[in-house]
C-alpha cells in the first residue's frame, strides 16, 4: 500500500484542518487506517484510528472531541478533521495502515505515508 499524506499547513489557535491520507495499491478496505504525530523534539505518538470497514474508531484521550477521522472507500482516503487547534498539536502527522489489531501501537503499522507538516501558532 502506498500512502500519500496531505494538507497541512499554518493555522491559527483555534483553528481547523483536515488532513487527507490517499491510499493505492492494495484493497484499501481491507486496512486499518490510523494517524500518527511527531512533535519537535517529542516521541511518535497515536492520534486516532479507524478500523477495517470504517465501523469503529479509537482516539487518543487528547484527541477526543477536537478530531475525527472517516474513510472514504470510493476514494481510498482517510481523512482527520482537526478543530480546536493548539500550539501543542504542532507536529508532523502521519498516516498508516495495517491488519494487525493493536491500533494504537506504531509498530503494528507496515505501510507509512511521508508525512505533513501542521504548525499551529498564534
Known amino acids: 500500500v502506498q500512502l500519500q499524506a496531505s494538507g497541512g499547513g499554518l493555522v491559527q489557535i483555534g483553528g481547523s484542518l483536515r488532513l487527507s491520507c490517499a491510499a493505492s495499491?492494495?484493497?484499501?478496505?481491507?486496512?486499518?487506517m490510523g494517524w500518527f504525530r511527531r512533535a519537535p523534539g517529542k516521541e511518535r505518538e497515536f492520534v486516532v484510528a479507524?478500523?477495517?470497514?470504517?465501523?469503529?474508531?479509537l482516539y487518543a484521550d487528547s484527541m477526543k472531541g477536537r478530531f475525527t477521522i472517516s474513510r472514504d472507500s470510493a476514494k481510498n482516503t482517510v481523512y482527520l478533521q482537526m478543530n480546536s487547534l493548539k500550539p501543542e498539536d504542532t507536529a508532523v502527522y502521519y498516516c498508516?495502515?495495517?491488519?494487525?489489531?493493536?491500533?494504537?501501537?506504531?509498530?503494528?503499522?507496515?505501510?507509512w505515508g511521508q508525512g505533513t507538516l501542521v504548525t499551529v501558532s498564534s
Open positions: 498508516a495502515a495495517t491488519t494487525s489489531v493493536g491500533l494504537t501501537l506504531g509498530s503494528n503499522y507496515y505501510y
Open positions: 495499491g492494495r484493497t484499501f478496505s481491507d486496512y486499518a
Open positions: 479507524i478500523r477495517m470497514g470504517g465501523g469503529s474508531t
